[in-house]
């Protein structure tokens, strides 16, 4: 008995030896890189320079250009650029050129001081921001195109594993970078920033390499999807518009309504509380995380201290809760995953509230990161994968843009005005919100299930009918 379970996790785990799955490891390094950069890195820099925390509150909704990339994610996935698609196909053409923008905008961030030039940072910190998240959709969508749905669960927790090796780097890398250069510890110092950012610039050269390396995936055509369009430019047709207008009607009609009235009449009514759901899943780990980095601040831990457990031994947790989440998602589900996520990432942020009461110390920060970053890799590998789930083929890139644009809407949107009510009720209490904020997720998954069982028991009484 025990052999043959031994055995039994054994081939599940031979899933991550996929080639494909294990090429997911450069491409999530490559998309995980910004993300610190314009958020949690950025905040601790702008904190050290004096900046108020109400101000980094306020500057967390950079964050939202992830929120609404639904709004352009038609025209990453139908647009072709100039050479560039014709040399690298749709999906590489776009992260070569989101990849590259991403590596100017950097070098501009790292070219000026916030405490001089608050406004041009925030400039360059949206260019990142729009250009990351561009880069999220086109690979996102060669994700979902590269394997079938029973290996989502692995690319996922492979895509987390580089997405959070990346995250050492921007966050626990440039602490220790700009630590090493500070002359003074004590006072605010402009240059160990700057170089910090500049070598981080340089880092993106690992994603534009791995772009140019992989191939462009064959993505399957949607009968039905297909079907829909050419009816539709059929309908269009008999407008009597001149040639011109008629193809580029019907291209708006294929790029940015087809997707979204495919998932609505796919899901149909059901799509409200799969929205709802997507909408909040990750709002306990959002909110809290843009005052994490200001309350070690506050609480007293130095660069190197956070760089040590938060970004280095914390990230090694959360890649290592992704392995478990994508393992759990082969072996019991995706839904029964997503809620273990969704309980464990709310539960786990009653640490910080005694980590709060405790102050300083280096052994409770250690238990607070451990649990919280572990739950968050099981959360994340469960959510990707539940999300890949939900798309169709022939709309990858629009319609996860859309799923991944409203996960963060909202909690982005609260997350802005974290820093003042910080200031005015203390971390204790904003830590104890997050956590209470977690709870409408539970019933939404638990609400979730049953309308999938409910389907999958349709769909059996009707297989066993015919």
Known sequence: MINTTVAGWLSVCRIYMHPRVMGMLALGFSAGLPLLLILGTLSFWLREAGIDRATIGYLSWIGLAYGFKWMWSPLVDRLPLPLLTRLLGRRRAWLLLSQITITIALVGMASTDPLENLSHMIFFALAVAFASATQDIALDAYRI????????????????AGYRLAMILTSAGVLWIAASLDTSPTDYNYQSWRIAYLIMA??????????FIIQEPKASINQLAAQNEIQASQIIANWNFNARLTQLLTWLYGAMIAPFQDFIV????????????????????????????????????????????????????????AAVGGLLIVKFGVIRTLFLGAVLSAATNLLFVWLS?????????????????????????????????????????????????????????????????????????????????????????????????????????????S
């Not at 340089?202 to 772009?211: F, L, N, Q, R, S």
């Not at 959002?286 to 660069?303: E, L, R």
């Not at 209490?429 to 939404?444: A, H, K, S």
């Open 202 to 211: 340089a880092c993106m050269a690992t994603g534009i390499i791995t772009t």
């Open 266 to 321: 796919r899901y149909g009514y059901h799509a409200i509380l799969i929205l709802t759901l997507i909408a909040i899943y990750r709002i306990s780990d959002v909110v809290m995380g843009v005052m994490s980095n200001p309350f070690y601040v506050d609480m007293g831990y130095t660069k190197d201290e956070v760089a040590t457990v938060s970004k280095v031994y914390g990230v090694i947790m959360t890649i290592l809760g």
């Open 145 to 160: 195109e590269a394997v079938e749905l029973r290996l989502q669960g692995a690319m996922a927790a492979t895509y987390q």
């Open 357 to 465: 009461v405790k102050g300083h110390d280096i052994i409770g920060l250690i238990i607070t990161i451990s649990a919280d970053n572990l739950s968050a890799g099981i959360a994340s590998s469960a959510f990707v994968a539940y999300l890949s789930g939900l798309t169709n083929s022939a709309y990858s890139a629009t319609q996860y843009a859309l799923f991944s644009s409203v996960m963060l809407l909202i909690p982005k949107f609260i997350a802005g005005f974290s820093g003042q009510f910080v200031d005015e009720y203390g971390y204790a209490l904003f830590f104890m919100g997050t956590t209470l904020l977690g709870l409408p997720v539970l019933i939404l998954v638990w609400m979730v299930g049953r309308v999938e069982l409910k389907t999958l028991i349709s769909s059996e009484d009707l297989g066993h009918r």
